[in-house]
């Protein structure tokens, strides 16, 4: 009898070994996810802001869209430079591009 109930007290230390390891592996899991979770979050928020930045053009991009455009209704290299603000070299280029398109 004494062994049964020494046996017993074995299996119910063991078992409560065991349910301590699980209940800690069960709290890092818990951590990781939020973790995991907080990282997704602030991935979701720089994806959305470079979609953002994506469709709209940075004031970079405005400037060679009105450059083109007015090379495209005959501006020459000094009209881009004093209008759009490029530089000498990329309004020489853009005005040279065009020439060969058209």
Sequence with gaps: MWSLRRQQQLDTQRFEQHISVLEQSSGAM???TIGIGRRVKQ???RLQQAERHAVMPGAEDARFEQA???VGMG????????NCGVARGEAEL?????????
């Design 30 to 32: 818990s951590k990781s």
């Design 94 to 102: 853009l005005v040279s591009l065009r020439r060969q398109v058209q």
């Design 68 to 70: 083109s455009r007015l």
């Design 43 to 45: 991935l979701e928020t």
């Design 75 to 82: 501006a020459t290299a000094n009209d881009l430079v004093d």
